[in-house]
């Protein structure tokens, strides 16, 4: 079995989240277009009004397209008890919307790189809010996907786990079968970290993939590094056509499917508009067909 091509509207996420001036069925009308089989949703851009909830879900039926993913991004470093709860019951709901999606995976994350925040502090924190979450997402039929991550849009620090070695530790502390990787090749290279190498480490827990493809405008990835304790994405950075970056496709699927990969593979890309997208998609659909048995 082939894995599935889902998309996600990264070029669109001010316009969904920020200004409002592109609604959530405006995109999936958008999408309906490229040639996927489902959308890959983020929190973010989601009306949690039971109206407004049956409306998406029927512009994605009457498109045919399935929502397997969503993207959100608890913030599980959060030092302050009541802050936490938030974090987890909103995470909570968003594993609801997943399942009233008819979803399968949903997104989790340690959380922000905080300065005070040690490292052990911060894994067994992490790693005991995961495993706490663990039931209520196999109650709702879920697998939470911790992935290897650069930093939300509108985040102030970068990851906690965005290097290698600590992303491998906090998947080794969860050993579960509603707990998953969801790779991201071109976050390991912005960690300093060689994709293939962490890809590796965690083959065998990979459930989910963001097809990304990142270069940088100007200056070197040190420099990035210096922009990174700041709110946002660096504007140095860029999200590129899937095949023209920094990541070896033919590698990466070959291990994935030597691994027995099968699932949801989808699409961070469209910065510079549809255009891209649809260059993405092809890219995408010739490498799956090629290193995936029909």
Request: hydrophobic share 40%; with cysteine; aromatic share 10%.
């Amino acid at each position: 079995m082939r894995p599935q091509l889902a998309a996600f509207p990264k070029g669109f996420m001010d316009e969904l989240c920020v200004h409002r001036t592109l609604t959530l069925v405006q995109w999936i009308e958008l999408a309906a277009t490229l040639g996927v089989d489902g959308l890959e949703f983020y929190a973010g851009f989601i009306d949690d009004r039971p109206e407004a909830l049956r409306t998406v879900r029927q512009a994605l039926a009457d498109h045919g397209l399935r929502m397997p993913m969503m993207c959100c991004s608890p913030d599980f470093t959060q030092p302050d008890p009541a802050l936490l709860r938030q974090e987890v019951e909103r995470e909570k709901r968003l594993i609801e919307l997943t399942a009233y999606f008819g979803g399968r995976y949903c997104r989790v994350l340690s959380g922000q790189r905080r300065p005070e925040v040690s490292r052990e502090r911060g894994l067994a924190q992490v790693t005991a809010v995961i495993q706490d979450l663990l039931p209520f997402a196999e109650q709702h039929g879920v697998v939470l996907t911790l992935e290897n991550h650069y930093k939300d849009n509108y985040w102030k620090y970068p990851e906690f786990a965005q290097k290698a070695p600590v992303f491998v530790e906090l998947v080794r502390r969860i050993e579960s079968p509603w707990f998953g990787v969801n790779y991201d090749p071109s976050n390991a290279i912005l960690a300093g970290d060689d994709p293939l190498e962490l890809l590796a480490q965690v083959k065998h827990r990979v459930v989910t993939m963001h097809a990304s493809d990142r270069y940088l405008a100007d200056g070197t990835l040190e420099d990035l590094r210096r922009e990174e304790n700041t709110e946002g994405y660096a504007q140095r950075l860029r999200h590129g056509v899937i095949g023209r970056g920094l990541n070896d496709y033919d590698r990466i699927f070959s291990t994935l499917r030597a691994a027995g990969f099968n699932t949801w593979i989808s699409i961070e890309d469209g910065m510079n508009g549809m255009e891209d997208l649809r260059a993405s998609v092809a890219f995408l659909r010739a490498k799956i067909a090629e290193h995936f048995p029909a």
